[in-house]
């Protein structure tokens, strides 16, 4: 990569390299000296990869462990330009492979509950129907990636969490909080997660199965395919399980397929999923009614390349095309079929297509680019009345499509990244049309700002805007306990963030604070004691402030031989100001935000091969929900080629409500095991 003449160098001292993909990578734009010799490293290299690629400037020194070094060298989603975690002017959480391999996970929404920042309101086990929020905001307000393809619904944000992926095939997993309309689109409210898949270094398969409490069970497959400058990756998988709670049980089916082609001049990365589940809803919409019912089906596709005209990437050149399609089929009463009971379809689909640039000059690294996406929904409730001459059948049913919506969001992105040795900033703007809203431009600023005095700190600052519209739901819903408001203003946020983070061998912590200025908040509410429908509505200004502080103890390398091997801390705290000219007497999404939350993780060896991790979390969500704690734990045998665990979700069998009136469920016992099969 083209690097800057003028930044400043620093000596790198070692003995020799590790026998790591990235260890050269460790030394590029570094002056580096063996024994009294000096020389200078590579002025530019290649490196593959979709979105996680290794440093191509300064990396840490040796202050820092292991894991900080290789987190530094891949490429996060904090900007429209590809900085390094290490550039970044944003700090990015990440949830690493070794987190996810540690954790007593059974989805992404668990892993997601370990994030401080992160509000995961779970209505059914295994990441059944699971609302996912961000620094007090709504599950409407967060934008949902696939390897940087967005794949959110504009239907509805209840059923963003649908993922074809298992945890078996994701690399990592990225958090990014705050209005991030500049960088993902006018959908990242409050912030955005990207999964991140994971490629397999050889040709290989995988397996696993797991079966416990509840009838629980299921099992996953893996295939990978390396074949020169080609790489091919398919899996697939199936969970039931009777769920734990009343009426709260579920079929799972998944399956997915990668692929990509690198040379010198292009990179292409191709990706397809499904996902179908079926599931009792319990109580998810509505405590009137115990026995709802639900089944969704997803299907997404995309293809990008990277085109790089000079073979390197001093100028990157991306189109983009993707597509997906979500199904919808919902029942007030199980097994009641008909609109009179409460029975809705509808079919979501989402097309598009991108074009975005950056390139790396004498001043620093900019980007530009558009993306065109059309939101098209067939339903029997949501959208417009149609002609009956222009009604859809449905599949599998006498019930017909009659209703549709269509709107077509049109954005253009610019911005540009300056380094300069510690100090990085990136500014750029949105230009967003949409016309469900009207044929006016809206224009949503942000500036990133941080500063590196050395390896050990990093302050950062950051300031952006962005804009929500009405989902499908919020327009159109209307039954016995829930009316929309097809004159829904959309929302509009401000938001300012500043942090500090500190590292040192072994030790991290980051200390962040943040405040967003909400306007035209929209959530569903009783307006009076009397009401018994939920209605949409514009609830007015919501300010929602905040802090977290998270911090780890790698004792590997604090204390090498040590019996505990790593310990993580957080906590974060949230405040909101809310005031409105709008009668509002309970809130159902918008102000049920969680006032406090405590992590805590423990991993330790116990003999041999065989661990053990600890996951504890305390939570208290105002609007009279109770605090509670909840206790994890994982055992497991890690082998080359295979692993062996038995994971307890809720040991103290706790009685909990994340959501309205769906109860979760007492101790979750699963045990299970995976092997890795070369080719």
């Not at 993306?371 to 449905?394: C, F, M, Q, V």
């Not at 500036?447 to 962005?466: C, G, H, I, Q, T």
């Not at 009401?531 to 905040?546: F, V």
């Not at 204390?559 to 409105?580: D, E, M, N, W």
Request: one cysteine or more.
């Amino acid at each position: 990569m083209y690097r800057q003449r003028f930044n400043s160098m620093q000596a790198l001292r070692f003995k020799h390299f590790t026998r790591r993909s990235y260890a050269l990578f460790s030394c590029i734009g570094r002056e580096v000296l063996i024994c009294t010799l000096s020389v200078a490293t590579l002025t530019y290299a290649k490196a593959d990869g979709v979105s996680t690629k290794p440093v191509h400037q300064t990396a840490a020194a040796d202050t820092l462990g292991h894991e900080e070094v290789k987190l530094d060298e891949v490429l996060v989603t904090g900007s429209r330009a590809p900085l390094t975690a290490l550039q970044s002017a944003k700090i990015v959480s990440v949830i690493t492979r070794d987190d996810i391999q540690r954790a007593e996970a059974a989805s992404v929404n668990d892993l997601l509950k370990l994030a401080t920042g992160v509000d995961v309101r779970q209505r059914g086990g295994f990441g059944v129907q699971t609302d996912i929020s961000i620094n007090g905001g709504t599950f409407d307000q967060i934008t949902i990636l696939l390897n940087g393809v967005n794949i959110s619904s504009p239907q509805t944000g209840h059923n963003a969490a649908d993922f074809p992926v298992s945890l078996s095939d994701i690399e990592r997993i990225e958090v990014l909080e705050g209005a991030s309309a500049r960088v993902f689109g006018s959908s990242a409210f409050n912030g955005a997660i990207n999964i991140v898949t994971r490629p397999d270094r050889e040709s290989c398969v995988r397996l696993s199965a797991e079966g416990g409490s509840f009838g629980s069970f299921g099992g996953d497959f893996g295939v990978s395919l390396l074949t020169g400058s080609v790489s091919q990756k398919l899996s697939g998988g199936y969970t039931q399980s009777d769920g734990g709670t009343k009426n709260s049980d579920f079929k799972r089916r998944r399956a997915y397929y990668t692929g990509s082609y690198t040379s010198r001049y292009a990179d292409l990365v191709w990706q397809a999923g499904l996902s179908s589940q079926d599931y009792g809803a319990s109580t998810f919409y509505s405590a009137k009614f115990d026995n709802q019912w639900e089944a969704t089906r997803r299907i997404i596709t995309s293809a990008q390349a990277d085109i790089k005209p000079f073979g390197d990437e001093r100028l990157v050149i991306t189109p983009q095309a993707y597509w997906h399609r979500d199904v919808d089929h919902y029942q007030l009463t199980r097994g009641k079929e008909g609109a009179k009971n409460g029975e809705n379809y509808h079919r979501t689909d989402v097309y598009g297509a991108s074009l975005n640039a950056h390139a790396t000059w004498l001043l620093g690294k900019t980007a530009v680019g558009m993306d065109i996406r059309k939101e098209h929904i067939l339903s029997t409730a949501y959208g417009d009345l149609l002609p009956e001459n222009e009604w859809k059948d449905i599949h599998g049913t006498d019930r017909r499509y009659d209703h549709r919506g269509d709107r077509t969001n049109t954005s253009l992105f610019l911005e540009h990244n300056v380094i300069l040795g510690g100090f990085t900033l990136s500014a750029g703007v949105l230009a967003n049309r949409n016309t469900g809203l009207d044929g006016d431009f809206r224009f949503y600023p942000g500036v990133d700002l941080s500063y590196r005095p050395n390896e050990m700190w990093k302050f950062y600052a950051s300031w952006n805007k962005a804009l929500r519209v009405p989902t499908y739901t919020d327009l159109y819903t209307s039954n016995s306990v829930q009316q929309g408001d097809t004159g829904l203003r959309p929302e509009r946020t401000s938001t300012f963030k500043a942090g500090i983070r500190f590292r040192t061998r072994g030790v991290e912590a980051v200390v962040s604070g943040f405040y967003s200025k909400g306007n035209d908040i929209i959530d569903w509410v009783y307006e009076t004691e009397e009401s018994r429908k939920y209605h949409a509505m514009n609830i007015g200004k919501l300010d929602n402030m905040g802090y977290s502080v998270d911090a780890t103890l790698n004792m590997t390398e604090l204390l090498p031989g040590s019996f505990v091997t790593r310990i993580k801390a957080g906590y974060a705290r949230i405040h909101q100001r809310h005031t409105t000219e709008q009668p509002v007497y309970r809130s159902l999404y918008a102000l049920e935000y969680l006032r406090h939350k405590a992590t805590f993780q423990l991993d330790h060896r116990i003999w041999s091969r065989l661990s053990a991790s600890w996951a504890v979390r305390w939570q208290e969500r105002m609007n009279h929900y109770e605090p509670y704690t909840k206790v994890d734990c994982k055992l497991q045998w890690t082998a080359p080629t295979y692993s062996l665990y038995v994971k307890a979700d809720n040991i103290t069998n706790h009685r909990y409500y994340d959501l309205g009136g769906v109860r979760q469920p007492g101790l979750w016992i699963m045990a299970g095991g995976s092997v890795k099969i070369g080719l």
